[in-house]
């Protein structure tokens, strides 16, 4: 036996007893679950058909979804994909918005994000830019390949941190023909500068050494430690948008047991990879039609702003809702989602 082998005999070896827990906790994340029952937080319509499905990203990651395609309706359909808000599932918003446009006459998904909800990936809870925009150009393989859908009428819709990644894909996925964006965030952008952007170059240093120390620890733990989450109440002394996102996802209004934020917390060191990867660097590239909505008193609005600043051609739109705020686009209990706008976007997209 030469040293090769012994040293890659060594390494097997060494894995085999240091990583047993991680090794079954993603053997039992590759056999998916998808419930049967209806869990979502707004009711079915008589007019939309149902079904879970399922495929796979080019990572290997399985990701379950929500087909939704209207009845009565025959021949190819333009389809759109839908996933967010960062930290949901499909069965909170991204299932509303793709419920609702399928109501219009669109084939639509709404998709659990990799390692989070009934989609699969082991660690769970854990994001990052490149496997999140990937995600998004899984689902335009799925519908391409789907009976019954348009292959060349096909369009995407992020919400919150989704949104951002789903500008990310459609700068680098041709395939896609539009791309709508609510209420979005730039991921990237918020974990390395901080919200408004009032983290310093020091502060950004600390909590790398911070989180890159908490993965020593995980490894040694084999478990991987939680990163802060809402408040099980609040004390009526968080900022404004915290108090929003509670309401949202803490309350029967949008709670979800398999959401993070409801019912969970993201892997700590699951900011890493947004702090040393920007987002949307290329969404100048984007000739697809693309319209971006925000509300007006959103903490969030300057995201959407910005990013509207990078892209071209005069096939854009910046969409400022008055009067709403960030999670007001979460639900329609405000009625300020531009719904009838939005599919009169896709409409002229998809064509």
Not at 189 to 212: C, H, I, P, Q, S
Not at 272 to 292: E, H, Q, V, W
Not at 297 to 316: P, T
Request: proline share 5%; glycine share 8%; aromatic share 10%.
């Amino acid at each position: 036996m030469n040293r090769r082998q012994v040293l890659q005999g060594s390494a097997l070896t060494m894995l085999s007893v240091i990583t047993p827990a991680f090794a079954k906790g993603k053997e039992e994340m590759n056999a998916l679950t998808m419930t049967a029952t209806w869990d979502k937080i707004f009711p079915l319509s008589p007019n939309i058909e149902h079904r879970k499905v399922s495929f796979n990203t080019r990572f290997g990651v399985t990701l379950a979804a929500d087909l939704y395609r209207p009845k009565n309706r025959n021949g190819k359909l333009p389809a759109i994909a839908v996933s967010g808000p960062f930290g949901a599932v499909k069965e909170q918003s991204s299932g509303l918005y793709a419920h609702t446009l399928a109501e219009a006459g669109f084939l639509t998904i709404a998709f659990d994000p990799s390692f989070t909800g009934e989609s699969g990936g082991f660690p769970r809870n854990v994001a990052s830019p490149d496997i999140s925009t990937e995600d998004f150009s899984a689902a335009v393989d799925y519908l391409s390949n789907l009976d019954g859908v348009d292959a060349n009428r096909i369009g995407i819709l992020g919400i919150c941190g989704w949104g951002g990644f789903a500008l990310n894909a459609a700068a680098g996925d041709p395939r896609i023909k539009g791309v709508v964006t609510s209420t979005m965030y730039n991921m990237s952008r918020v974990n390395t500068l901080g919200y408004f952007d009032k983290m310093t170059d020091e502060d950004r240093w600390n909590a790398k050494v911070e989180l890159t120390r908490q993965r020593t620890v995980d490894f040694a733990n084999q478990s991987y430690a939680e990163a802060p989450t809402l408040p099980t109440k609040l004390s009526g002394n968080e900022p404004v948008f915290v108090q929003q996102y509670w309401q949202f996802y803490r309350t029967p209004r949008g709670f979800h047991p398999r959401s993070i934020n409801s019912n969970g917390a993201w892997n700590a060191t699951s900011a890493l990879s947004f702090m040393n990867t920007p987002l949307l660097t290329y969404i100048g590239d984007i000739r697809c039609p693309a319209l971006l909505i925000h509300g007006e008193k959103a903490h969030s609005r300057y995201f959407s702003e910005d990013a509207f600043k990078q892209l071209k051609g005069n096939n854009k739109e910046l969409l400022i809702i008055p009067g709403a705020t960030h999670t007001d686009l979460y639900d329609n209990t405000t009625n300020k989602i531009p719904f009838k706008r939005i599919v009169e976007f896709y409409q002229k997209a998809l064509v």
